[in-house]
């Protein structure tokens, strides 16, 4: 299950990454301000949302994955209803507006503000939190299958391709999708007998070496959420928004925003595959009693 399971996870961190590149921040001044921010930039929505969409998603990687089927029905369950607890808003909001508050200058948080507050800002935004729910994920599949019939202009693909890399969400969704699969694999592996064991290096070697296939089907997702989350912007309207991307303070912005975001999922990560290998291993002993 845990490698036939990769792919629905890795389009998790995709959507995740793609949908917010617009984050919260912090001053270090003023505790009052820093809420208010990181209400008034959709971050708070969005990280209410985290929890159920992560677990419907596993719900759902579960139901297509023969293998997973195959699990204990009260083990499932028992992972599913870990994702909330690991993910929960309050740990990953701290993370994330620690790290912004140490790496983002006063210059730059100011340029962003005036970012946010303008119009255009506050309808990205708007897009932003539309797209970050669970139902929202699903009409983003039929979306996608519609483009088949559908497709996009070249010159639509080209300027979101662009975005993509302004803004680092292909990037970023890779190196989550595997700090996060290293992570939910070492917990997992820890309930193994010691000789069924593999060290943290050997894990991460594996999955680095699933980089290249990685980086091609996060991009094929990226492309697709950002079809679907500013499909009622126009082309000029992305490039507008790209050049905020290519800003020295949106550049800034946007590459602290995407570590801070990485460490908040890594350590929903960490704390999930403690909670999985938690039920493995209760699920083992009821097996055996």
């Known amino acids: ?90 740990k990953l909001q701290g993370t994330i507006l620690a790290e912004l508050t140490e ?26 939190e539309e797209s970050f729910t669970p139902q929202a994920q699903a009409d983003m599949e039929r979306y996608a299958a519609g483009l088949r019939a559908s497709p996009p202009t070249a010159e639509r693909l080209k300027v979101l391709r662009e975005f993509d890399s302004a803004v680092k969400a292909t990037d970023g969704a890779v190196d989550a999708a595997i700090a996060t699969q290293v992570a939910l694999a070492l917990a997992i592996i820890a309930t193994f007998p010691p000789e069924q064991q593999m060290p943290l290096d050997a894990i991460s070697r594996e999955m680095e070496k699933n980089r290249p296939v990685l980086e091609a089907e996060v991009r094929s997702q990226v492309l697709i959420s950002n079809l679907y989350t500013y499909r009622s912007l126009t082309e000029a309207e992305i490039k507008l928004y790209t050049e905020f991307a290519k800003s020295p303070a949106g550049s800034r912005y946007h590459s602290v925003s995407m570590v801070a975001f990485k460490k908040a999922i890594l350590e929903g990560a960490v704390k999930w595959g403690e909670l999985i290998g938690n039920a493995i291993k209760q699920s083992k002993g009821n097996s055996e009693a």
């Open 1 to 90: 299950m845990m490698e036939n399971g990769m792919r629905s996870k890795i389009c998790l961190w995709a959507i995740l990454l793609s949908l917010l590149p617009i984050l919260s921040y912090a001053q270090n001044q003023n505790t009052s301000q820093v809420q208010e921010l990181y209400v008034r930039s959709g971050m708070q929505k969005q990280l209410e949302q985290l929890p159920s969409l992560v677990q419907t998603m596993f719900n759902r990687s579960v139901q297509e994955d023969e293998q997973g089927r195959k699990l204990p029905k009260a083990l499932l369950s028992a992972m599913s209803a870990a994702a909330p607890v690991a993910f929960a808003p309050k």
């Open 103 to 128: 790496k983002l200058k006063a210059q730059d948080i100011k340029e962003v503000l005036k970012w946010l507050d303008s119009p255009f800002g506050k309808k990205c935004t708007g897009l932003e």
